[in-house]
Every structure is written in C-alpha cells, then in structure tokens.
C-alpha cells in the first residue's frame, strides 16, 4: 500500500495531519508501518474512534521516536494506551480555561527539507473566523528556517518553489496568503488552502487588510 493510500483511508484532517506528523521522521515511521498490518489496522480504528485523542497519541510517538527509532509502535497504538490518553485529553478539556486558541498546521521549510511539525497553538488572526472560509484547517503557519549549523537565512531554490507552487498537507494544497510585520520579522507567513496561487489571492482579496 502507498503512503497515499493509507494517509486517505483516514477520515479526518487531525487524523491524516496525525500520519504526516508520523511520515515527516521518513524510514523511522515508515518501516513500521509498511511491513506490519495489525499496526496499520489498530492506527485506522483509533483514529475513527476520536480523531483529536489520535493526534495526541500520534504526538506522543513522534516524541517517542526522535529518541528512539526502534521504538515499538504498538506500545503506543493500542486499546490501553488510547483509552487512558482519551481519559487524559477529557480531562484537559473540562478543566481548561474560557481563552480560545487554534491548533494550526505547522510546517519548517529549509534549504534541503520541507517537514511537517507538530501543530502549533496560537491566538489565532481573524482570518481564521472569517465566514467566508472554513475555519483552522483551511490554514497553515509556514516557517522558513536556515539548515542545523547554519545562522541566517538566506534565498534559495526551496523557499521560491514554497511560493510560487504551495505546500501538500493531508493532500490539499496551501498558497501563501499572508503575514503581519512581527511575522515578518520571525520569517514566518500564513498559508492558505487553495489549488492555485490565484484562488488563494482572490481570498485574500475577501479578506483585505491584513496586518489588521
């Protein structure tokens, strides 16, 4: 089965940006799950089951794995696990506070790599509730980041195609849209779902000022 494949079999965005959270750590994650079926069938039922408590048990073995590139899988993908997760996660949510704050697409563009990260909680820009769009997901934090061992950022080929052709994320496609002078500053944009970079500039036309 192709990684394609099995990223579409999940039917949420939490759930497939949870794989490519997963697929971003290359053969550590993929070795696993393309030669051992139980773990690719026990992944599908959790994340149908609750595809937030997914994303977080997700989180919890890409930590795992950075440390630990053998690291057993299905010691984290299982009934046990999931459910004392779900319990934790149910517990988090109770007891939170009335502020509200987005979970949003998070992706670190380098000279040599494009790597999905953990989602990143923020305040949010009114963009993300502007009715004529479909809230978080429809959006992505973009940061440009220089190589381990480099400094400073510096143009190159990779940050010009991210432009001019878009990030793939959970197979839909995102355009710049945006950013505000303290992102700037940080070399961080806003993208947008859209197929083209004209789609995404006539939603920004939707939306104008946006350092406001």
Known sequence: MSYKTFLSEFPTFNA???IEL???LNSTFDSQCSTNE???????DLAKRDDNCFYETALRAYRQL????????TTIFNNKEFNDTYNFCKKERENSNTTKSYKVANVHVTPTSTCIMPLEATGGHR???HKDFNGVNDFCLVYLKPDSGAKYIKKCDRYQRVFQSGIEICNNRYHAFGASNSQLRESSYWFIRAKSREEAHEKRQKFGDFSR
């Open 16 to 18: 497939q940006y949870a």
């Open 127 to 129: 963009a993300l509730r």
């Open 22 to 24: 997963l697929h971003s």
């Open 66 to 73: 950075q440390n630990d590139k053998s690291h057993d899988l």
């Open 38 to 44: 139980n773990l690719r069938n026990i992944m599908l």
